[in-house]
């Protein structure tokens, strides 16, 4: 069971599945999860936050397009950077090197 909260045409506009704050006089109710408007409002959810996701995917690759160009142009240095941001660049840096080089082994004609 979950416990969901609707507006006034009876949409879903949140839902939970912890009873402990969800006081049935602020407008929330238990309905299964299998609910068909439950079924609904999750996959809406789901989709915007693959869309989310997709678009954070892209973003961080620009984000390190522009690191590396204010390191390239001597505005900062990598060493400037936190040691948590300097272990993921080089971590991103070596998995994209990596896959290059599995890229480049592929001739294209679908063998091994």
């Given amino acids: 069971m979950v416990y969901v909260k609707r507006d006034e045409r009876g949409q879903i506009i949140a839902l939970s599945r912890d009873a402990t704050e969800q006081d049935p006089a602020q407008g929330w109710v238990e309905v299964s999860n299998d609910a068909p408007d439950v079924v609904a409002f999750c996959s809406t959810v789901s989709d915007e936050v693959d869309a989310l996701r997709r678009s954070d995917l892209g973003f961080v690759r620009v984000l390190e ?10 505005i900062i240095r990598f060493t400037d950077l936190p040691p948590a941001a300097q272990s993921k660049l080089m971590e991103r840096r070596s998995a994209r090197a990596e896959r290059h080089k599995l890229s480049l082994l592929d001739d294209g004609d679908g063998l091994i």
């Fill in 65 to 74: 397009d522009v690191i590396d160009l204010l390191i390239e142009r001597s």
